[in-house]
Antibody, heavy 120, light 109 residues
């Protein structure tokens, strides 16, 4: 059974960089075939796709966030990470990591989500 | 403002059927057969219910079905049950991202 778990600070100051890690169990992120995604949900709002990384290390980001995002792999720990720079209160959200079987495939496994609040 | 338009809320009585619409454009819903639907209970992660417009993942009840006509996709839930009460989100592949709808709150009366 594939499981994903987000971790990272729950509070980030404005203008700083938000950093989250997703730990994957039950599947190897370096085995190929899957796209590892970050998705966020603003409080009481809908979902927003942030971007993905493939096992090869290639990435693709939401054009609206592209200038501030970095997604990377740490295959030795079976983890992938998100960095979002220059955060503001508008970046306060629940952040999910999720797996997809391709760039057109649905998100079939999700982490439980972690709330990140941007506040001084 | 979400890229895909869903009604804010729908309701139905147990045993009835309801349909949730998801309207996009030719650049997303209308242009690709890559529409998915997710169910989200409060405080929980979304769960995949429908993918590729009308396919059901293993383990999802056949009471859930999906369809598409032009730029509008639809999720139909038949034989409503209390456990179906949740938020539902559609999503679609586009050439430069994945976009979601704003979500629909389903109330089972």
């Amino acid at each position: 059974q594939v499981q994903l778990q987000e971790s990272g600070p729950g509070l980030v100051k404005p203008s700083q960089t938000l950093s989250l890690t997703c730990t994957v169990s039950g599947d190897s992120i370096s085995s190929g075939g899957y796209y590892w995604n970050w998705i966020r949900q603003h409080p009481g709002k809908g979902l927003e796709w942030i971007g993905y990384i493939y096992y090869s290390g290639s990435t693709y980001y939401n054009p609206s966030l592209k200038s501030r995002i970095t997604i990377s792999l740490e295959t030795s720990k079976n983890q992938f990470s998100l960095k979002l720079s220059s955060v503001t209160a508008a970046d306060t959200a629940v952040y999910y990591c999720a797996r997809a079987g391709g760039d057109t495939a649905p998100f079939d496994y999700w982490g439980q989500g972690t709330l990140v609040t941007v506040s001084s | 403002q979400s890229a895909l338009t869903q009604p804010a809320s729908v309701s139905g009585s147990p045993g009835q059927s309801i349909t949730i619409s998801c309207t996009g454009t030719s650049g997303d819903v209308g242009g690709y057969n890559y529409v998915s639907w997710y169910q989200q209970h409060p405080g929980k992660a979304p769960k995949l219910m429908i993918y590729d417009v009308s396919k059901r993942p293993s383990g999802v009840s056949n009471r859930f079905s999906g369809s598409k006509s032009g730029n509008t996709a639809s999720l139909t839930i038949s034989g409503l049950q209390a456990e179906d009460e949740a938020d539902y989100y559609c999503s679609s592949y586009t050439s430069d991202s994945t976009v979601f709808g704003g979500g629909t709150k389903l109330t089972v009366l």
